[in-house]
């Protein structure tokens, strides 16, 4: 239960707080250092999986867990850019489609647990998740980046093309979770266990 892997999922988790405490504390240190706990969250991200897979260590803990420190991690750094202005009010809206996006994928996962179909992430969905995280680090920044680096520009770029990524990769798990809520398309019991929703 408590392998490397899921501790690694762990401190992704444990990290949120520390992240959000600093944009209270805005200095140049302070947002360097939230960047650099926020980069290492996401490293983790890569290695907990990796590692889950290689040392053959996949739990059911963990993959409650991973998607969850995922979204959370995420969810708090838009919010907090947000609400200290480090992002243009033109960039809120790719905020949201994110924010929403998490939210309505989170929903579809816990409904299609219940019939034994899992929701594999795909590479496109993998995509986006290494463009936002990307871009949300240049934000947490932003202004206290060196001048020869437009940190916010790169930044509020990087979040529209995450969203964009965003509403497709959205739309393909929305498409694939509505074959199985339509009347008569429910798995029975025991049929189809574990049958992928979407192909990776």
Do not use: H
């Given at each position: 239960?408590w392998?490397l ?11 949120i707080?520390?992240v ?13 250092t939230a960047?650099?706990?926020f ?5 983790t991200d890569?290695f907990?999986?990796?590692l889950?897979?290689r040392?053959?260590l ?6 409650f867990l991973d998607?969850?420190a995922?979204k959370l ?6 919010l907090?850019i947000?609400?200290f202005?480090?992002v ?5 809206l790719p905020?949201?489609v994110i924010?929403?996006?998490e ?9 299609l647990a219940?019939?034994?179909v ?13 463009v ?5 680090g ?8 060196p001048t020869?680096?437009p940190a916010?520009?790169i930044?509020?770029i990087?979040?529209?093309i995450a969203?964009t ?7 393909d798990?929305l498409?694939?979770g509505l074959a199985?809520m ?10 189809n ?6 192909k990776?």
């Open positions: 239960m392998n892997p899921n501790i690694l999922t762990l401190s992704r988790i444990a990290v707080p520390v959000v405490a600093l944009f209270f504390f805005d200095s140049t240190a302070m947002r360097w960047c650099a706990l980069t290492l969250a996401g490293i890569f907990d999986g990796y889950a897979r040392e053959k996949v739990s059911r803990l963990g993959r998607p969850i995922d991690l995420v969810a708090s750094v838009l907090m947000v609400a202005d480090r243009g009010p033109w960039s809120y905020a949201l924010l929403l996006r939210i309505m994928v989170s929903g579809l996962r816990e409904f219940e019939l034994r899992s929701v594999p992430v795909t590479k496109l969905a993998k995509a986006k998740t290494t936002q995280m990307v871009a949300l240049f934000l947490i920044v932003g202004s206290a980046a020869w680096i916010e520009f930044g509020e990087g979040i529209w969203a990524i965003t509403l497709i990769t959205g739309y798990y498409r694939s199985y339509a009347e008569g398309s429910t798995p029975l019991a025991g049929e266990a574990d049958t992928p929703a979407t990776p």
